[in-house]
């Protein structure tokens, strides 16, 4: 049964449909890919889902229940929680302070876990905006992991990290996700990555979904073959 | 500096944090300050009266230098409006005296809680603001309070551009002092040394405390803070009103000195004298701004034969925001840091 | 209420848009507020007083903007530019410094005393105008500020520059990738943004008395009419000018000590009820 769901889902700036009716469901321990090009509306649905932008319609549920209106806090605090396309951490602070700062708010029973399976035992000590940028994205997932959130919002974890990284962080991913049984939903620009990390998949196209389905169904799906697969399948 | 881990601990307390809230820093800070505190405290017995009126007036400046100071470390908001809380302070106490005709000790209560309470209400309009937003905020709002102070309508209540004048009765005391007692710099030093000193540990305390680590968080990055669960308004309001609460203890305890006010003291010059001060002595130091402010006050006393004293702070701003980033306690932090290693 | 209160509503709107206008494109380009404004539009004042006293007014008119685009230069050179790396809040304060030591500056040249300057032959007299005798020099800085403001929206809107200038203040890297030469672009809006203070100066004279304290007076009203108006928007400072010094002159009729404060009341009712002031970010 879905944990978290879209229903209808619209954003419109002005005369501009960056949504349109976006209908997601996201399942415990699974992990739930959205690609499409640039500008196909992948930040903004994840703007939407998060709280950080009020959808113009449409709905989204926790457990059934409508949580549109929500305010942010009150997402994180009943298990919603994101990570940002550009790197979202606190550069002047250590990372062990900002971990412990957010395990603080959220509390996190295994903390060590974190560091450990994200390989940051070895920078706890150090100021977060000094370390290499493929290990401050991951405290960026790990600060989006503390509290054991039940859905995980992921906008382009992998974004400017170079092939064995970005494998690596999706690796990660799935398996925190399986591990934790958190419904994940990974915005992401490679494709490739995302059909071997994911359980399911969405196929955005300005501003609309194309395609719905298991990897295999997606790939599959004339319309993905045509408009953006093209020539990468 | 790992965090032994007994049974029982949470997760959260294995992460070690680094900044050093061990027992040891915090015995090693505290006997710093008693001795400071000590040591401030025996000044009038080796300083000349002269001296001591210029120490009297850096405390006094240095209380709401220490706030601007605290919230644009902890917060990175660079605040032109301290001279509200000072301004509003400084005239609470003058008309609790003049107006309800109350005595020094509740009058200096009630202008504290007048600055404080403006801090507040100022406070809910500005903090959502940042850099340069919030800078000209508070600058509009406290030239707001200003214009209504000198306005003829308030004449009965402040004076106008008159000031107020603060007559205390002579039959009344404040902690043992009379009310010649307290314009004399020697007698009066205490009474404010003694805030200043307090001030100055309480500052220190909350920015190593939780408090301080989720404003650093919110400094940071804001939203993060939010997405994180955190609620990031009201840490900012404690934060300002806290810094206004302490530019208001300077501002009464300045009336109660001087036995007067003036509108200067809520002035477009004075809010920059105030800024450029700290900025000189460095924001991001504890006691950067205190240090700026002393040699302002110096300065002052020094310069001022030819009205020049703004051509000399306009200059020294400049040099500081071009050439020493960080001011002088700043540059001087670096420079030790470069010996060190 | 009548129309010569009105009509003074209008002339100090006049001033305010001319000022704020300039102060407006430099924040667009620079990202910088220039804390300078006041002082620029002061120095615009005494130098107009200066050239009027010992020439003719008319040539201050044009010798004014002139000196102060000058002045726009050099600080375009000296400060903006070099320091086009730092923090927009450093520059800022950089120009608050600037504006401090111009006023001393200002004082030891021209001294402490308010001086007056009589309107130019023609126009000391006053006009009759909607039933009202009105002076006639008010209306010419109407007149002068209507014309410039028409004037700089269009070769703002119509000119290659003018779109230069729009583009760099939307996005100063991509400009400047795209191949405006950010440089020059910034050079003339600093350079004509001072030249446009000196202006407001120079036209001030013979209407509000000359002071030191006459830049900071109105450096705080500029900046609320320029957060007002939307920061960055040329015309929504514009607007917000006239609109401000319209309604502060006609609430003063009705009660002075209320009318101080309308500039500030309408900074916090437009930043809490539109936070990216009225006309958003826009240009023109």
């Known amino acids: 049964m879905a944990v978290f769901e879209a229903r209808g889902l619209s954003v419109r700036y002005g005369a501009v449909v960056a949504n349109n009716n976006i209908d997601i469901a996201l399942e415990p321990g699974c992990v739930h890919g959205v690609i499409g090009p640039n500008g196909a509306g992948k930040s903004t649905f994840i703007d939407a889902l998060s709280g950080r932008r009020r959808p113009s319609s449409g709905r989204v549920l926790l457990d059934g229940e409508d949580i549109t209106h929500r305010s942010v806090r009150w997402r994180r605090a009943h298990g919603i929680s994101r990570s940002f396309q550009r790197t979202s951490i606190f550069a002047s602070m250590t990372v062990g302070d900002q971990l412990a700062m957010v395990a603080r708010r959220n509390a996190e029973p295994d903390l060590a876990g974190i560091v450990d399976t994200l390989g940051l035992g070895d920078v706890v000590d150090r100021v977060c905006g000094e370390i290499a940028y493929g290990t401050q994205r991951a405290v960026d997932l790990a600060i989006a992991l503390i509290g054991r959130p039940r859905v995980v919002l992921l906008d382009e974890p992998c974004a400017g990290l170079v092939a064995d990284e970005a494998e690596r962080m999706l690796r990660h991913v799935r398996d925190l996700c399986r591990e934790r049984d958190v419904a994940a939903l990974l915005v992401e620009h490679d494709v490739e990555g995302v059909f071997r990390t994911c359980d399911t998949i969405t196929v955005l196209d300005l501003g609309e979904v194309l395609s719905s389905g298991t990897p295999a169904e997606v790939r599959a799906d004339p319309k993905v073959i045509r408009a953006y697969l093209g020539s990468a399948a | 500096m790992t965090v032994t881990t007994a049974g029982g601990v949470t997760a959260a307390e294995a992460v070690p944090e680094t900044r050093q809230r061990s027992r040891r820093g915090l015995v090693i800070g505290l006997g710093a300050a008693v001795v400071a505190l000590a040591a401030g405290l025996a000044l009038p017995y080796v300083a000349d009266t002269y001296t001591m009126g210029l120490a009297a007036d850096a405390a006094l400046l240095g209380l709401p230098a220490l706030g601007i100071g605290f919230l644009a470390r902890h917060l990175g908001l660079i605040s032109l409006g301290h001279t509200a809380f000072f301004g509003s302070a400084a005239y609470g106490f003058g008309i609790a005296v003049t107006q309800f005709g109350w005595g020094p000790m509740p009058s200096v209560m009630f202008g504290v809680l007048a600055g404080t309470a403006i801090a507040l209400l100022m406070g809910v309009l500005v903090v959502r603001a940042s850099g340069m937003g919030f800078l000209m905020l508070t600058l509009a709002l406290s030239q707001a309070l200003y214009q209504l102070c000198v306005q003829t309508s308030f004449r009965p209540l402040t004076g106008a551009y008159d000031g107020l004048v603060i007559g205390l009765g002579s039959d009344t005391s404040f902690l043992g002092l009379s009310p010649a007692d307290l314009q004399d710099p020697g007698l009066f030093w205490p009474v404010v040394w003694v805030p200043l000193a307090v001030g100055l540990v309480l500052v220190w305390l909350v920015g190593r405390s939780r408090f301080g680590t989720t404003l650093e968080g919110i400094r940071e990055n804001e939203e993060r803070m939010r997405f994180s669960g955190y609620n990031t308004f009201a840490p900012r309001l404690a934060a300002f009103v806290l810094s206004g609460f302490l530019a208001s203890l300077g501002g009464a305890l300045f009336a109660l000195n001087a036995a007067y006010v003036s509108p200067d003291v809520l002035g477009f010059a004075r809010a920059g004298d105030s800024l450029i001060a700290a900025m000189v002595g460095g924001l991001g130091t504890l006691v950067g701004p205190l240090v700026g402010t002393a040699l302002y006050v110096w300065g002052e006393a020094r310069l001022n034969s030819s009205a020049n004293l703004h051509l000399y702070t306009g200059i020294a701003l400049i040099v500081v925001l071009v050439f020493l980033p960080g001011g002088i306690t700043g540059t001087l932090q670096r420079l030790w840091k470069r010996v060190k290693r | ?284």
């Open chain 3, 1 to 284: 209420m009548n129309a010569a209160q009105v009509l003074n509503g209008i002339a100090l709107g006049s001033l305010l848009m001319v000022l704020s206008s300039g102060l407006a494109m430099i924040y667009g380009l620079r990202g910088v507020t220039n804390f300078a404004h006041g002082a620029l539009y002061m120095v615009g004042a005494y130098i107009g007083y200066s050239v009027a006293r010992h020439l003719d007014f008319w040539l201050a008119l044009v010798l004014v903007p002139l000196a102060l685009a000058a002045i726009g230069v050099l600080l375009e050179f000296v400060f903006f530019r070099p320091l086009q790396n730092r923090s927009h809040m450093e520059v800022g304060l950089v120009t608050f410094g600037l504006a401090l030591i111009a006023e001393r500056v200002v004082v030891l040249i021209w001294g402490e005393k308010t001086l007056s300057l009589d309107p130019p032959a023609g126009f000391s007299g006053t006009t009759s105008l909607l039933g009202v005798d009105y002076p006639t020099y008010r209306l010419g800085i109407i007149a002068i500020a209507i014309v410039m403001a028409a004037a700089l929206i269009v070769w703002l809107r119509h000119t290659r520059t003018g779109l230069y200038i729009r583009a760099a203040s939307q996005d100063i890297e991509t400009a400047g990738i795209m191949g405006v030469d950010v440089n020059r672009i910034s050079l003339i809006v600093v350079g004509l943004g001072a030249a446009l203070a000196g202006l407001a100066g120079a036209l001030a004279a013979p209407y509000i008395s000359v002071d030191p304290s006459m830049g900071d007076k109105f450096l705080i009203t500029v900046l609320i009419v320029v957060v007002v108006g939307g920061v960055g928007s040329v015309g929504g400072a514009m607007a917000a000018g006239m609109g401000l010094g319209v309604i502060q002159t006609v609430v003063t009729v009705w009660s002075p000590s209320v009318s101080v404060v309308v500039p500030y009341a309408a900074l916090v009712v437009v930043l809490l009820w539109r936070p990216r002031g009225l006309a958003g970010r826009r240009t023109a």
